[in-house]
């Protein structure tokens, strides 16, 4: 009987530090996710940004400009 107590303690003190793991593990995924989302969007519309924000002169040039944009 006393075993079963002690395991059932030792359950309930690591709780909250599964819950920290559990909340840290999901921040980190949740910018992780938007991070690559914001590089899929900005590279999918660079290609139309290119065209709009930089002179008309060479088409490299201007996915170049645009790239050295989202690298700034």
């Known amino acids: 009987m006393a075993e079963i107590i002690q ?10 530090e599964m ?20 590089f899929y969007v900005y590279s999918f519309c660079s ?8 002179p008309s002169g060479n088409t490299t040039t201007q996915l170049l400009q645009t790239a050295g944009v989202f690298a700034a």
Do not use: C, M, Q, T
């Open 7 to 16: 395991r059932i303690d030792k359950n309930n003190a690591e709780a909250p």
């Open 19 to 38: 819950r920290r793991r559990i909340w840290a593990i999901v921040g980190a995924s949740s910018g992780n996710l938007v991070e690559w989302f914001d």
């Open 47 to 54: 290609l139309y940004f290119a065209h709009i924000f930089f």
